[in-house]
């Protein structure tokens, strides 16, 4: 290897410091969302979430974390991550567990690509989303970022809830269609 302090490993760049430890600023740029995302899809509220993927990044940095390949690190992170969500939910008498953790794991991988990340899958679902009509893109929007009620939604865009229901519906169909055939190579 060369003293460039940049490699390349499946397309991507890494730098590293003198002690082939990837650089903790970008350890955490590169993998911070997809933690977040796995501790989301694992039933954490957002700001448990938020919690504990910096508790994740710190449990990591304390000692010297050395970049294997972009698929060994998203593992890594997410058994530190399931590991902290299990502890913190022991210590707050709030346990939740699965015996389908390893299922869990499998389709997340699955689902976020080889990388652990997810970048391929959000690409896809922005750009099918992009193509729905403004309206199903704000029903959508109010109802998972917002949370708000199918009431609320109707009010919004001047239809009956039931409008608003079929709505979010054909919405979500279109953007399932759509996800399948761009993963699928579509």
């Known amino acids: 290897m060369s003293n460039d302090p940049t490699i390349t490993q499946n397309d991507e ?20 969302a997809s933690v977040w995302r796995y501790l989301r899809a694992l039933g954490c509220e957002q700001s448990l979430a938020d ?3 910096q508790e994740t990044f710190i449990a990591v940095l304390r000692r010297p974390f ?35 953790i390893d299922a869990l794991d499998e389709q997340w991988m699955r689902w976020s ?3 652990g990340r997810g970048t391929e899958v959000f690409d896809a679902l922005e750009e099918c989303f992009s193509r729905l009509t403004e309206r199903a893109q704000l029903s ?24 608003a229901k079929n709505l979010m519906q ?13 993963l699928q190579g579509g």
Request: proline share 2%; glycine share 6%; charged share 35%.
């Open 170 to 182: 054909r919405a979500k169909t279109q953007l399932r269609q759509c996800l399948d055939g761009k």
């Open 66 to 100: 050395v970049q294997i390949s972009p698929a060994a690190t998203s593992s890594y992170l997410r058994r530190v991550a399931y590991h902290l969500l299990v502890s913190y939910r022991r210590k707050h008498r709030k346990m939740k567990t699965t015996d389908e």
């Open 51 to 53: 919690d504990l993927t």
């Open 13 to 32: 760049k890494f730098t590293r410091n003198g002690d082939s430890a990837l650089e903790p600023e970008l350890l955490i740029r590169e993998y911070q």
């Open 140 to 163: 959508l929007r109010m109802r998972f970022s917002e949370d708000a009620s199918r009431e609320r939604i109707a009010s919004k865009l001047g239809i009956t809830e039931h409008g």
């Open 113 to 115: 690509g080889e990388d």
